[in-house]
């Protein structure tokens, strides 16, 4: 007969053994890894632009940063406010102050993306402008108060002056420099660094959400788990996207010589048989084209469906790799062709459809760098005149399918028909209500629209342009204009 045990032995423990041996093993739980976010809402979507006094007062901010990218974070416009991010509470005295815009500034004629057709249909022999003796800087640095007391005096004033703005500074936990520097490293990773990284086809900075965006149609979880590794959760996010099919450098009709070249119409080049160039350019009193830099290669030919052009003397991009820097920078995809002995080229593009003769004058170039926001048109031998493009993200790097890199770029969005192969190299603009053309840039190329180039609400058409800034400041001589 079995004794039972006395409950002072279960006190003591005695059956202590007994019963763990018999309770079921428990794992601690793993804590979950971290993934970057994913959104499905582009950034840019539906932003407008700066007006033209916070615009002026972003490029100043911009400087600012520019030359203390350690300590600030990337300037930015919303909601009518110019925000000043920096990762230190005590650089925020110095973000604060206040931004005086000259008494006389007045809004630009920039003209918009509304266009018609130019009632001009023959060649113009008006000489450009006379190219300025100085070349501007490229961002005029702020000057700050001299001491605390005018600092004081100036935000006093702010509140009732139009052309003051003091700008909000947030705390930021990444800096300028640590974003551009994640936005730049991921596109040069490899799979088997950074698992998925092969399926991204953008990087670009967003100022107001602090992170670097990522464009994907195939947001792993390993590649959010390895992003989230590397730079920390936090830093990065992944748009997902339709999936775009090839994404490509993009390849009017028979140009010629007569009262100088046009921009807008049809090249071919040594590298490419269709291309599309740009605008005039003026180097002292020679004549040059401005047009992509993957058409061309440097010292190479450039031609028309009817002559020859002249050759490249400068460009922007390596056609083994993309885009390459131009005294510490990168400027997009641009090349610039010096015209043969004897012939010229006007202060004129093509406009409207493919076999158009009609053409409008260049004014100017565009006041400032794109923004976020900003509508324009694109001019292509293949697609003609396309307007209805909305800037949606700048800084831009983005991949083609062929692996060759545009960095420092300017990316555009739009429904209807897409920009195509031999479209590159085409005029990036808007028109004064004068009728003349506002130079923004030069197209480089193109992806969305799926197999058709018709972009839809779910695949929208994509184009990637260099600013017509960096054009301005990786080649000698600036635009032709009249």
């Not at 420092?408 to 004064?432: E, I, L, W």
Request: overall charge negative; proline content about 8%.
């Amino acid at each position: 007969m079995r004794v039972p045990l006395p409950l002072s032995a279960l006190a003591t423990g005695a059956l202590m053994f007994p019963l763990i041996a018999a309770m079921p093993m428990t794992r601690a739980v793993a804590d979950p890894v971290p993934l970057v976010e994913v959104i499905t809402t582009d950034p840019g979507a539906g932003a407008t632009p700066p007006d033209y006094k916070l615009a002026y007062a972003l490029r100043e901010a911009e400087a600012k940063a520019l030359a203390k990218p350690e300590v600030y974070g990337k300037p930015y416009v919303k909601w009518d406010t110019l925000y000043v991010p920096v990762v230190s509470a005590s650089a925020q005295a110095e973000a604060t102050e206040p931004i005086a815009l000259p008494p006389d500034l007045s809004p630009p004629d920039d003209g918009t993306d509304d266009t018609s057709s130019a009632p001009s249909d023959t060649k113009d022999e008006t000489a450009p402008a006379a190219p300025s003796a100085l070349r501007a800087t490229e961002s005029a640095a702020p000057v700050p108060p001299k001491d605390e007391k005018q600092r004081l005096s100036a935000a006093t004033a702010a509140a009732g002056n139009p052309y003051i703005i003091t700008p909000k500074t947030p705390l930021v936990k990444y800096s300028l420099a640590r974003l551009e520097a994640i936005r730049d490293e991921v596109m040069e990773l490899t799979p088997d660094v950074l698992p998925g990284v092969d399926q991204v086809l953008s990087s670009w900075v967003v100022a107001d959400r602090d992170q670097v965006v990522l464009e994907s149609a195939v947001p792993s979880d390993a590649l959010r788990a390895a992003l989230a590794s590397r730079y920390g959760a936090d830093a990065v996010a992944i748009l997902q996207v339709a999936d775009p099919g090839p994404s490509g450098v993009d390849s009017r009709d028979h140009d010629s010589p007569s009262g100088g070249f046009w921009g807008g119409a049809w090249i071919r080049t040594n590298v490419t048989t269709k291309c599309t160039d740009a605008f005039s350019w003026r180097v002292g009193s020679a004549s040059y084209m401005v047009t992509a830099g993957h058409c061309t290669t440097a010292g190479g030919w450039a031609a028309t469906q009817v002559t020859s052009i002249g050759y490249v003397s400068n460009d922007t991009w390596a056609n083994n790799s993309g885009s390459v820097r131009v005294n510490g920078v990168y400027r997009g995809d641009g090349s610039l062709i010096k015209l043969d002995a004897g012939k010229s080229s006007a202060a004129t593009i093509y406009v409207g459809g493919v076999y158009s003769t009609v053409a409008r004058p260049v004014g100017a170039m565009w006041s400032r760098r794109a923004a976020v926001g900003d509508r324009y048109c694109t001019g292509g031998a293949t697609t003609g005149e396309q307007c209805g493009w909305t800037v949606a993200s700048v800084g831009v790097t983005h991949r083609y399918s062929d692996g060759r890199t545009i960095r420092n770029a300017v990316r555009g969005v739009k429904q209807g028909q897409c920009t195509r192969p031999g479209d590159s190299g085409g005029p990036v603009y808007t028109v004064t209500s004068a009728g003349k053309v506002v130079a923004k840039g030069v197209h480089s190329g193109t992806r969305g629209g799926g197999s058709d180039g018709w972009g839809g609400a779910l695949d929208p058409c994509h184009e990637y342009f260099t600013d017509i800034w960096d054009a301005y400041y990786a080649f000698p001589g600036q635009l032709a204009t009249r």
